[in-house]
């Protein structure tokens, strides 16, 4: 492998799928409970496929923005300082021309879906962008996350459905808060140097309670399942599958949660990706029984 390409796969993280897998997950969602699957799947499936790419795609250039935005503090967080941009791997005007190229290819998968799928995802590019600067201004970063990588699951229903309901509103805010959960878990790796260089996060805000804000976070998520549940009218037996998906959130990923252990939470962060899966068979059980 060259190193050109090694550079491009650690700019992107292609090497890391968790970010991109986080942020296919909520649009796999929204595409699930919106889909009639009495019809056929094979659309289905290649939105499913339209939707990985752009995920894929957005993520590795917003990996790219992010570096580029944020290169001055990286060098100072020791888990972050051998980035390409932060190390001088790459110039920023090289990395710029990747993310305008990603961005460009991501353009022709958004393009397969209708008009207003289109324009509702153009609409969010200045926040998906501008996100890396929050934390500079507010201790709020991971909320202004939440809002960005759920986004798809609104775009998800848009391209089945060709119009907005409360369904899928309702799920996106339960998913900001997922995010904003599982954010500030990741946070709690850095929490020192942040604190030194001056980066505010959630995992800062609520060190001295940490485990009190992530229950409040899962379970607004949790109520937003259910409630979408009861919506679509699914039967008892997803209710019960819930059980699992709500096991792994508040057992495994927040009591057994240990936040000066930075291995353990990059293990619980990571977690989040089997989660994503336990959502969607959740929602399978709904549609199937």
Known sequence: MSEKVKIFIELTRLNKPIGFMLLFWPCL???????????????????????????????????IVNDITDR????????????????????????????????????????????????????????????????????????????????GLVLAWLSVQNQISFLPIIFYIGAIFWTLGYDTIYGYQDINDDEIIGVKSTSIKFRKNPKFFLYFCYSIFIFSLILVGLIM????????????????????QIHKLNTRNPLDCLNKFKSNNLLGFLILVNLFVGKIF
């Open 72 to 151: 001055k503090i990286d060098k100072l967080v020791e888990r972050t300082k051998n980035r390409p941009i932060a190390s001088g791997k790459i110039s920023i005007f090289s990395a710029a021309i990747y993310s305008a190229t990603l961005c460009f290819v991501a353009f022709l998968v958004l393009i397969n879906f209708n008009k207003l799928t289109i324009y509702m995802a153009l609409i969010s590019m200045p926040l998906a962008f501008t996100y890396p600067l929050m934390k500079r201004f507010t201790y709020w970063p991971q909320l202004f996350l939440g809002i960005t990588f759920n986004y």
């Open 233 to 252: 009218n699914y039967k008892f037996y997803y209710y019960l599958s819930l059980f699992f998906s709500l096991m792994h959130l508040l057992y495994f």
């Open 29 to 63: 969602w929204g595409l699930t409970i919106s889909y009639d699957f009495s019809v056929s799947w094979n659309t289905y499936f290649f939105y499913s496929l339209l939707f990985f790419s752009g995920s894929v795609l957005m993520r590795s250039a917003g990996c």
